[in-house]
């Protein structure tokens, strides 16, 4: 499908997303620990666009939402209620109520004052209550500090002596069902050594509580399998995630967890991938508004900003850009700016791209996974819309804001 054809007729800027990649990643990462017939929760945050969602809903897989508005988008979209987990360290009450009216497989519980708030609601409700205790084993990962989020400093989870205290107390507990451990460690991984060592924590504690008489039936080894964002070996590519290495394989982790999995057959298996399904299955369609020098800088100005991506602002993240369209024109080192009234509204640094006139089309590639999840109005300008590609059709999925929607909601 030639984005150019989507741009022409939806305008720009827009992002445009690929049913197919989303599920031969989906069948990819499924494949590879099939021996252990892992629920796949997607994870909403990457990309919670209803269309999107529902692909992966009718193929099976489950969804990890870390919000009440996630929760409702995820079962819109189709999920089944006991294919959901709901993670986050701040569930309001009315959160928690929500999530266990919805009967789901599990929430992820974060501290003990989460613990003793769910046991609360519970009672009142007259449910009992089906959780996980989400263990932060103290382990470094991610491309980013942002993205880290199982080392000691972080706020997520529970160190290792609360959760087998809070598992203990859990299982003594008549309103709640103690059903496993959860440990994310955190996002752009790109080396199964972490997963392998966070693991070791789990194993140590699951062994604790097998010895004090408490078996589980589950263990969620979260998400955070790395993709790779920069592809090209040539030219001056100031602002990385990490080095430019190639993503986590599926097989490569399958066959790094497998002797703590050979360990543990009783254990169902959740994965929570988000960014690996999404990410490389989307782009950002933007058009050429003016091209510009400053002595010896120059900019290719365009239709999209960071309020329509934010990554490369908020991470100095790196996305691959090409032009729609080859074109026979020379090749300069440029930024690729926005409109945005920011000097970080920078979304491409120091590429060597063709010096290409006004209208032309640049594709800004990997950005299906917190692109347009990120979005948002800065600047009053209304977010793009949602193209979703099956096979030789696409659709949008999601209008164009209006100037109007700019100010719907205020009085």
Known sequence: MPVEAVARAVGTPVYIYSAGAVLARLRELEGAFAGRDPLVCYALKANPNRAVCGLLARAGAGAE????????????AGFSPRKIVFSGVGKTEEEIRFGLRSRLLAQNVESEEELNRTIAVARRLRLRAPISIRLNPGVEAGGHRHLATGHGAAKFGVAPADALRLCLRARREPSLELKGLHCHIGSQILDPRPFVAALGVVERLLGRLRAAGV?????DVGGGLG????????????????????????????KALAPF???????????????????EAGLLATR??????????RFLIVDAAMNDL??????????????????????VVCDVVGPVCETGDVLARRRRLPWLPAGELLAVLKTGAYGFSMASQY????????????????????????????VRHER
Request: charged residues 30%; glycine residues 8%.
């Open 310 to 331: 934010l990554r490369p602002a908020l991470y100095s993240a790196y996305h691959p850009v090409v032009p729609a369209r080859l074109r026979d024109v020379d090749e």
């Open 288 to 297: 050429i508004l003016y091209r510009k020098r400053i002595g010896t800088s």
């Open 65 to 76: 939402v870390v919000s009440g508005g996630e929760l409702r988008r995820a079962l819109a």
């Open 215 to 219: 078996r589980l039936s589950l263990v």
């Open 379 to 406: 600047n009053s300008r209304p977010r793009p819309a949602e193209v979703l590609v099956e096979g030789g059709r696409w659709r949008v999925v999601r209008e164009r804001e209006s100037y109007r929607d700019l």
């Open 261 to 279: 999995l050979s360990r543990w057959p009783d254990l169902g298996l959740v994965l929570e991938p988000g960014r690996f399904l999404t990410a």
């Open 227 to 254: 993709v790779r964002y920069e592809d090209e070996s040539r030219g001056p590519a100031a602002q990385t995630l990490g080095p430019a290495r190639a993503r986590l394989q599926p097989a490569a982790l399958a």
